[in-house]
């Protein structure tokens, strides 16, 4: 065989025999070309696993941007973080059995953005039971209710109770407003008689002092609206915005015209700058409960009778 020939077989038969690299197509696994380890060894069910993927990135093929990973379809990953030579997967342990993945496999990019993938072989991940006891011998227990995770006082049952009592304040409310309008339009009420009002309001004007002329003043400002309030609830017109001449036309008995003279002598102060002497403020006062006195309605004779008995 010349040498020729014979270097050439050789170079053909070492190619053949060559091991193949580590990023082959999809459909062409291989397997253990990605090592994955997963930490803890025996997580509890609702505990994160955390997956850690060592790769060694072949000649010519690159890590994408996004890497994609193949085989945890049905597992619940939270989050993924991928370097020049390993990554870290979390994944969450759901399942009271253990999670086995056939294989796990991640997508690089080739020449030609042709895809290419390392696989690796299979893994399986026990469950711990969160049975302190012998599963086989542990008993159910109740659900217990689930706690509310909002603030208590932005709770329904919170904001409910505060509109029923709102509404329940307002309702009362309004049951006693009602109930004191239909007392009051009844008669029900106890009202002060006119003549009891103006006695009151003139023993109170009687404790009164006159410093000076401005106090003179107010002092037959109120002396002669207490009259002109007696005499009108009395006579049943507004002697309140009636002027002296006015109540004068309206009252034409003789023992009127004492009040007369009572309103006119203080229409004088008030506008005429009079002033009375100290003496005649008992004067004035006394003449005023005795027009009081004389014109309020008297008792009927059964009424005495009754008292008497």
Not at 5 to 19: F, G, N, R, S, Y
Request: include cysteine.
């Amino acid at each position: 065989m010349k040498p020729r020939t014979a270097l050439t077989l050789l170079m053909v038969l070492l190619l053949v025999l060559a091991p193949a690299p580590y990023g082959v197509e999809a459909g062409e696994p291989q397997p253990e070309s990605l090592k994955v380890t997963y930490a803890p060894l025996k997580p509890v069910v609702g505990q994160p696993v955390t997956l850690t993927l060592s790769y060694s990135v072949p000649e010519g093929c690159a890590l994408p941007d996004k890497p994609v990973l193949h085989g945890l379809e049905h597992a619940t990953v939270l989050d993924s973080k991928f370097g020049a030579d390993s990554g870290v997967v979390h994944i969450l342990a759901d399942s009271l059995d253990s999670l086995e993945f056939e294989k796990i496999g991640l997508r690089l990019t080739g020449r030609g953005d042709s895809e290419q993938w390392l696989w690796s072989a299979p893994v399986r991940i026990p469950i711990a039971s969160n049975f302190r006891e012998d599963p086989e011998k542990a008993l159910l227990k109740p659900i217990k209710d689930i706690y509310p995770v909002t603030a208590f006082w932005r709770s329904r049952w919170i904001f409910w109770s505060v509109i029923a009592f709102a509404g329940l304040l307002i309702l009362g409310s309004c049951l006693w407003w009602f109930r004191g309008r239909r007392r009051t339009r009844n008669g029900l009420m106890p009202v002060d008689l006119p003549h009891l009002t103006a006695l009151n309001g003139l023993d109170l004007l009687g404790r009164e002092d006159w410093p000076d002329q401005a106090t003179i003043k107010r002092f037959y400002f109120r002396f002669s609206e207490i009259l002109r309030e007696y005499v009108g609830s009395l006579r049943g017109f507004p002697a309140l915005e009636s002027t002296t001449e006015e109540i004068s036309v309206r009252l034409a008995s003789d023992r009127d015209l004492g009040l007369i003279r009572l309103l006119c002598m203080a229409d004088q102060v008030k506008f005429a700058d009079l002033i009375p002497l100290g003496s005649q403020k008992e004067e004035h006062l006394d003449e005023a409960r005795r027009y009081i006195h004389q014109t309020m309605p008297k008792p009927e004779p059964q009424e005495e009778g009754r008292k008497a008995g």
